[in-house]
């Protein structure tokens, strides 16, 4: 059987990779794919991003399903595309990706069907955005309402950085078109987690839990990036918390979105903000696996990834259990000189080790270039380490990471620290 994963960050090597270990995969294919695909023997990458050139491929190689990773082509309607044209294939339509490709969209929804989230209003002019900041108070995060590549939240603690992120989304165009509409809510305080779930349009199967660390810096202090690193599982979801997390916001959400008269299919993440009284709220939807999560989350599961996806795309997630690696993974990402602002690209990478079941290392910004690799984007590469607790997964990443050269990268010493702390 051939499949083909479109993409081509960290997230998508890990799925490629774990699809590949089927008995009955022929062939994954992965477009377009980076250095780390490239080098693996059993995937190939293809140098397609046009959504129509891609099924069409996808027809004459009788690829028999296709899986989608990020998110613009999601929104941008492959899934409507590729449905149309009699193609199986899992994600959500260009409808259903609303949740994640607007966050007025999504906070409208949240509050029409009662799931738990922050109290918000949405601006696309500035005098009222910059009055109900001064009535609210700060802290407070303003969002921009499109797509932004997990930059377009600013959470300001003071009065002043509030209003000059409305000044940079609404008068200066930041984000372009994703800001010319803004989201600004309640800030809440807790800690959070990443709870991701597959959706079949009748069944829900939830995945391991996860924790991302959004801050460049150790101590969650700098910018916010797109994902420093992530492990799994996260103590913090306990499974009281991942029952009403069940309750509260993902069956309230798939069945929001049937009354609404969208079906959803594919991946549903929730990024949850747990309070220190324990409730979960909803900071945001994506529909699609969370980027550096699926790294450690799939070098846990044992289940043949090829068969959950069958189930996924045929309605009968009902009838598969999932098996995970009782271990914890952490995954520990290795970014670029300056990202996340202006990443550097093109410094020679060395000394990746082979992979070994405790060992993995997942690419992202990569590329090779006559046989050498090169630095090709912000977050460059995710070395997963597994061991039975948090500190032993953690040296187990590190000891990797230690072995890993390349010019000005970038990383965090505590993946995981919240983990230790449960
Ligand atoms: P989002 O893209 O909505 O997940 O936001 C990115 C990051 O900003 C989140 O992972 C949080 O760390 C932070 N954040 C978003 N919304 C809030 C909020 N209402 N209160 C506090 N922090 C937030
Ligand atoms: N790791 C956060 C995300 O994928 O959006």
Same mark, same amino acid.
């Given at each position: 059987?051939?499949?083909?994963?479109?993409?081509?960050?960290?997230?998508?090597?890990?799925?490629?990779?774990? =699809?590949?270990?089927?008995?009955?995969?022929?062939?994954?294919?992965?477009?377009?794919?980076?250095?780390?695909?490239?080098?693996? !023997?059993?995937?190939?990458?293809?140098?397609?991003?046009? =959504?129509?050139?891609?099924?069409?491929?996808?027809?004459?190689?009788?690829?028999? =399903?296709?899986?989608?990773?990020?998110?613009?082509?999601?929104?941008?309607?492959?899934?409507?595309?590729?449905?149309?044209?009699?193609?199986?294939?899992?994600?959500?339509?260009?409808?259903?990706?609303?949740?994640?490709?607007?966050?007025?969209?999504?906070? @409208?929804?949240?509050?029409?069907?009662?799931?738990?989230?922050?109290?918000?209003?949405?601006?696309?002019?500035? @005098? *009222?955005?910059?009055? %109900?900041?001064?009535?609210?108070?700060? *802290?407070?995060?303003?969002?921009?309402?499109?797509?932004?590549?997990?930059?377009?939240?600013?959470?300001?603690?003071?009065?002043?950085?509030?209003?000059?992120?409305?000044?940079?989304?609404?008068?200066?165009?930041?984000?372009?078109?994703?800001?010319?509409?803004?989201?600004?809510?309640?800030?809440?305080?807790?800690?959070?987690?990443? #709870?991701?779930?597959?959706?079949?349009?009748?069944?829900?199967?939830?995945?391991?839990? !996860?924790?991302?660390?959004?801050?460049?810096?150790?101590?969650?202090?700098? *910018?916010?990036?797109?994902?420093?690193?992530?492990?799994?599982?996260?103590?913090?979801? $306990?499974?009281?918390?991942?029952?009403?997390?069940?309750?509260?916001?993902?069956?309230?959400?798939?069945?929001?979105?049937?009354?609404?008269?969208?079906? &959803?299919?594919?991946?549903? %993440?929730?990024?949850?903000?747990?309070? @220190?009284?324990?409730?979960?709220?909803?900071?945001? #939807?994506?529909?699609?696996?969370?980027?550096?999560?699926?790294? *450690?989350?799939? !070098?846990?599961?044992?289940?043949?990834?090829?068969?959950?996806?069958?189930?996924?795309?045929?309605? $009968?997630?009902?009838?598969?259990?999932?098996?995970?690696?009782?271990?914890?993974?952490?995954?520990?990402?290795?970014?670029?000189?300056? %990202?996340?602002?202006?990443?550097?690209?093109?410094?020679?990478?060395?000394?990746?080790?082979?992979?070994?079941?405790? !060992?993995?290392? &997942?690419?992202?910004? $990569?590329?090779?270039?006559?046989?050498?690799?090169?630095?090709?984007?912000?977050?460059?590469?995710?070395?997963?380490?597994?061991?039975?607790?948090?500190?032993?997964?953690?040296?187990?990443?590190?000891?990797?990471?230690?072995?890993?050269?390349?010019?000005?990268?970038?990383?965090?010493?505590?993946?995981?620290?919240?983990? =230790?702390?449960?």
């Amino acid at each position: 059987m051939k499949i083909l994963v479109v993409g081509s960050g960290g997230r998508e090597h890990a799925l490629a990779w774990k =699809l590949a270990q089927s008995d009955r995969i022929q062939m994954v294919y992965v477009a377009p794919g980076n250095g780390g695909t490239a080098r693996d !023997s059993r995937l190939q990458n293809l140098d397609i991003t046009d =959504l129509h050139e891609l099924a069409g491929f996808v027809e004459r190689e009788n690829i028999a =399903l296709t899986v989608v990773g990020p998110e613009t082509p999601l929104a941008g309607g492959i899934v409507n595309l590729f449905r149309a044209r009699g193609l199986k294939v899992f994600g959500p339509t260009k409808e259903a990706a609303q949740l994640e490709s607007s966050k007025d969209y999504a906070k @409208a929804f949240m509050q029409r069907h009662g799931i738990p989230t922050a109290a918000y209003q949405t601006f696309s002019d500035l @005098a *009222p955005a910059h009055a %109900y900041i001064d009535a609210q108070g700060a *802290p407070i995060v303003i969002k921009a309402d499109g797509l932004a590549a997990g930059k377009g939240v600013v959470v300001a603690m003071t009065l002043a950085e509030a209003h000059q992120a409305v000044d940079d989304m609404l008068a200066d165009n930041r984000f372009g078109d994703a800001g010319a509409r803004i989201v600004i809510e309640e800030f809440l305080a807790g800690e959070e987690a990443s #709870f991701i779930v597959m959706c079949d349009g009748k069944n829900v199967l939830p995945l391991a839990t !996860s924790q991302d660390h959004k801050r460049l810096k150790d101590h969650d202090q700098g *910018p916010n990036t797109g994902g420093m690193g992530a492990y799994s599982p996260a103590a913090i979801v $306990t499974p009281e918390m991942h029952a009403r997390v069940m309750r509260e916001i993902i069956n309230p959400t798939i069945q929001g979105m049937a009354k609404d008269g969208i079906v &959803f299919t594919g991946f549903l %993440y929730a990024g949850l903000m747990i309070d @220190a009284a324990g409730n979960p709220k909803t900071l945001e #939807f994506n529909c699609r696996m969370g980027d550096p999560e699926t790294q *450690p989350i799939m !070098s846990r599961l044992k289940t043949d990834l090829v068969s959950v996806m069958e189930h996924a795309v045929n309605g $009968t997630l009902d009838a598969i259990e999932l098996e995970w690696d009782r271990r914890t993974a952490v995954g520990v990402v290795l970014a670029a000189d300056g %990202y996340p602002d202006a990443p550097v690209k093109g410094a020679v990478i060395e000394g990746i080790p082979a992979e070994t079941p405790e !060992s993995l290392t &997942f690419h992202a910004g $990569t590329r090779e270039v006559a046989g050498q690799l090169q630095v090709s984007g912000g977050r460059v590469l995710c070395v997963v380490g597994l061991g039975d607790s948090v500190r032993m997964a953690q040296k187990q990443a590190y000891e990797t990471v230690d072995q890993i050269r390349f010019e000005g990268m970038q990383l965090r010493r505590d993946i995981g620290w919240r983990g =230790l702390k449960h």
